[in-house]
């Protein structure tokens, strides 16, 4: 481990978080229209701040939707390219009135800094930028080739940045991925993530009547659109949490028997996880698996908003004539997104109810995907982090998707590492995000020193 690069750290460490929050201060959020300024603002201040690292050929590159920033520095003949991404989208801060200080007012408190995109994911990828700055500003060069890659939509699909992928494996040919938009297992214990799940997104459009009609008038006979949606959602996952889309578990591939008995020595209880993570009454989900496999390596149905009918102050006695859910499914490893969405919409069909139409719209989809954990970049990955953290590092999985590590995988032909530094109760996409600024310093440094060691 470089003590100079820790030195560099050390005494830039006002400098390096200023630029943190003053980026953390556009609010970049990638769903809204009316923030597409901003958007445009964030790819700016990343290829900025690339530039002002050393990075070379900085492009801000248009897109249908969203830019994406692109740079590399390609001055270490004979050494491997590493290929850095992140997104500088956010999500929406709502609800508002829950954040204790505003989303886009970076505070820092407890030894956090509060913000929407704090480690989802500026705070994670702008220590990226900072490892190559250290890097260059310390030897003066870099020990490996790097190139970058940042998007501005991943919180809305990344259909910009799989297209760019697909049409330029030439220019973004790499021997490995970095992606840090994962978190540490736990607080001081470093953790490379082999395992994503993937994620099909889904609307689901309910119809009955033309239109709203009088329920005095019309109902007992007409079909209520709302009503018929909340019946067609109750038949897709039993009260057990058994996902009923026949054949839906037909290609699930279980976890190796080391690997759940890896999982076993992780600290973790059901009643913490219960207490500080979720914090309801209880836990719920498939019978017969552990938290970690339902979470992990399993796959998951779940509704997450429904819209139709009246529902302002006062009464308004209407039969709504449409409704709208979000739907998604997680998938695990051996699962095919296409085989997936088809079963979907051939039970949605099957058990919509009478008088009711429905659509069935794919927002998004993409596959599951686990890193060899014994690839050569994971092995360096994981020792630099432990040198820099102190303690031997561990392997786990996400529940999350990250669609980008598929497109590496399939257009690239190359591993990612899942270098995370979040931790578990960061409140990602919640209000009141955080981002430990310790773990923001211990990034760079790591970083910087998978850079060294890989290079060597």
Known sequence: MSEQINQYVAQHESRLLEELLEFLRIPSIST?????????????????????????????????????????????????????????????????????????????????????????????????????????????????????????????????????????????????????????????????????????????????????????????????AVFGLMELLSKLKDAQGKILVPGIYEDVQAPAKAELESWKSLPFTEAGFLAKEVGSTQLTGEAGFSVMERTWARPTLEVHGIAGGFVGAGAKTVIPAKATAKVSMRLVPNQNADKVVAAFKKYVAEVTPAGIQVEVRVLSAGPAIVVNPDHQAIAVAAKAFSDVMGKPTVFTRSGGSIPIVGDFAKHLGIPTVLMGFGLPDDGLHSPNEKYKLANYYAGIKTVAHFFELYGN
Request: glycine residues 8%; negative net charge.
């Open 32 to 224: 809204l229209p009316e923030h597409d300024a901003d958007v445009q603002r964030a790819a700016e201040f990343t290829a900025a701040s690339l530039r002002a690292a050393g990075m070379e050929n900085v492009e801000v590159i248009a897109t249908a939707k969203h830019p994406l920033v692109y740079a590399d520095w390609m001055h270490a003949p004979g050494k491997p390219t590493v290929l850095c991404y992140g997104h500088f989208d956010v999500q929406p801060p709502d609800p508002l009135e829950l954040w204790e200080t505003p989303p886009f007012e970076p505070t820092l408190r407890n030894g956090n800094i509060y913000a929407r995109g704090s480690a989802d994911d500026k705070g994670q990828f702008y220590m990226h930028v900072k490892a190559v700055e250290a890097l260059r500003a310390v030897h003066g060069a870099l020990p490996v080739n790097v190139k970058f890659l940042i998007e501005g939509e991943e919180e809305v699909g990344g259909a910009s940045v799989t297209k760019y992928v697909e049409e330029n494996p030439t220019k973004l040919k790499a021997d490995v991925a970095l992606v840090s938009d994962t978190h540490m297992y736990a607080e001081g214990l470093p953790t490379l993530c082999i395992g994503l799940r993937g994620l099909v997104y889904m609307e689901i459009e309910a119809t009955g009547p033309m239109r709203d009609l009088h329920s005095g008038l019309y109902g007992g006979a007409a079909p209520n």
